[in-house]
């Protein structure tokens, strides 16, 4: 297993490079921000900020071989936490550093840190758009008092985000998660009358080319914080850090854990939306429908008169907890094999739960949803279906052990290389399904170590 941090847009080139390259990969950023990781089997993420005593304990429970740090370039702390980590670990470090975008002619103003960046920003008097993320903003803060200037803020849409600027007391706060493009830049520009823009070098796939640009045309002074002096084995093309990292850690063939979401790891999620909303007729499942489409028409009628836009319903699913014994079971897995849930809910409606069990990967379907907030429409994965995702992750050199509870498991299991039924309903028992069944995740546990 290979731990890449990320949390920036290179994070999904770097973890797709790494999966391709025949690695299991744990990509963690410090929050549950969506982001792209990639869509490589291989790939799952984790979520939550790591200080060096936790990054080495994640390194022992994970089995972690390498750290590939494919941080912000400016996240210093975390750089050096990484590094001491992974020296008192024992195991190899490896940076990717997306190469600048701010060039000799650029026609800019490059200081070495923010104290000296804000002190020159407030100068001409003309407000100050700041673009540098969250983190170093009460420098500008302090200036923008101290002078009179106005001061706006681009950020991200977290709570983090917004609780710096309100103690650097800068109340114009836009946010938004950029890229962003010369269009967007020079929008924003001209709606606070901006004099000077601040930004940090963070790299073409940052959107600074684009800043510079606006600026240009809406002749705008731009000041770039410069980058902190990199440490470690430091690259800026991803085929020489794959390259370099086999050389350290030679890929090897994995087991992947497949496994089901509903009634294995969470309760069923249409039958608790059901009882909690009061709509008794939501709880129905192809059981009792066999035409999945007539299903799912008639629970999109149903969540529409009765108000349920996504937002209620994911309130509700908020409130469920993962079943007795599945995040223990869970901690167990992931230290034996790449965890991936297949299901046939949607990533919209699931989503909630997935920090309670570890922002594992999910691979299911999509919902679509009008602008009132209600659910219009869904797109299904594919018409392989689980069976199809456990062919992608054979192709990719895994073993595959799959686990389910019911019908809709059963291909699925019959494709994996070893599968078992995990509190199947009496009715599939009956059915006479040719797979061992389990009760207990002790039982379980035991049935995949022998496999």
Request: hydrophobic content about 45%; charged content about 20%.
């Amino acid at each position: 297993m290979i731990l890449l941090l990320g949390g920036t847009s290179d994070c999904a080139s770097v973890a797709e490079a790494l999966g391709r390259a025949g690695y299991r990969v744990l990509v963690s950023s410090a929050t549950e921000v969506e982001l792209f990781t990639g869509s490589h089997p291989r790939i799952e993420r984790r979520c939550g900020r790591l200080d060096p005593v936790q990054m080495a304990t994640l390194i022992s429970e994970r089995e972690i071989q390498a750290i590939v740090d494919a941080a912000h370039p400016y996240a210093t702390a975390l750089h050096v936490a990484a590094e001491q980590a992974a020296r008192e670990s024992g195991v190899p470090y490896l940076r990717y550093q997306r190469p600048g975008s701010v060039r000799e002619g650029d026609g800019v103003c490059v200081v070495p840190d923010h104290e000296r960046a804000a002190r020159r920003a407030f100068q001409s008097g003309k407000p100050v758009l700041l673009t540098i993320g969250s983190r170093h903003v009460a420098a500008y803060g302090a200036q923008a008092r101290r002078t009179g200037v106005d001061l706006i803020a681009r950020v991200l849409d977290h709570p983090d985000s917004h609780q710096a600027c309100r103690e650097a007391g800068i109340a114009r706060v836009i946010t938004g998660r950029g890229p962003f493009s010369v269009d967007e830049n020079r929008q924003l520009i001209r709606d606070f009358n901006a004099g000077v823009l601040v930004t940090k070098d963070s790299g073409d796939a940052g959107g600074v080319r684009e800043k510079l640009e606006a600026a240009r045309l809406e002749n705008c002074e731009v000041i770039v914080v410069s980058r902190p002096a990199a440490t470690g084995s430091g690259f800026d093309s991803i085929t020489e850090l794959v390259h370099n990292l086999k050389r350290l850690v030679p890929p090897s063939s994995d087991k992947v854990l497949a496994l089901d979401l509903e009634s294995v790891l969470v309760p069923e999620i249409w039958e608790t939306v059901a009882q909690v909303a009061g709509v008794p007729a939501l709880a129905l499942t192809t059981r009792d429908l066999p035409d999945y489409g007539e299903l799912m028409r008639q629970r999109l009628l149903l969540c529409r008169e009765h108000g349920l836009t996504l937002s209620r319903l994911n309130a509700m699913v908020e409130t469920m907890k993962p079943l007795p014994g599945a995040l223990e079971f869970l901690a167990w897995a992931r230290q034996h094999a790449q965890i991936a849930i297949l299901s046939d809910t949607f990533h919209e409606l699931a989503g909630p739960l997935l920090p309670k069990l570890g922002c594992p990967l999910l691979i299911c379907h999509h919902l679509t949803v009008d602008a009132a907030g209600y659910i219009n429409g869904y797109t299904l994965r594919d018409d392989a279906g689980k069976a199809g995702a456990v062919a992608q992750f054979q192709c990719a050199g895994s073993r595959v052990v799959a686990v389910g509870d019911s019908f809709n498991d059963l291909e699925m299991l019959r494709a994996a290389d070893a599968a078992f039924l995990f509190r199947p309903p009496p009715r599939v028992l009956e059915a006479g399904v040719a797979f061992p069944a389990f009760q207990m995740f002790d039982e379980l546990k035991a049935a995949l170590t022998a496999c």
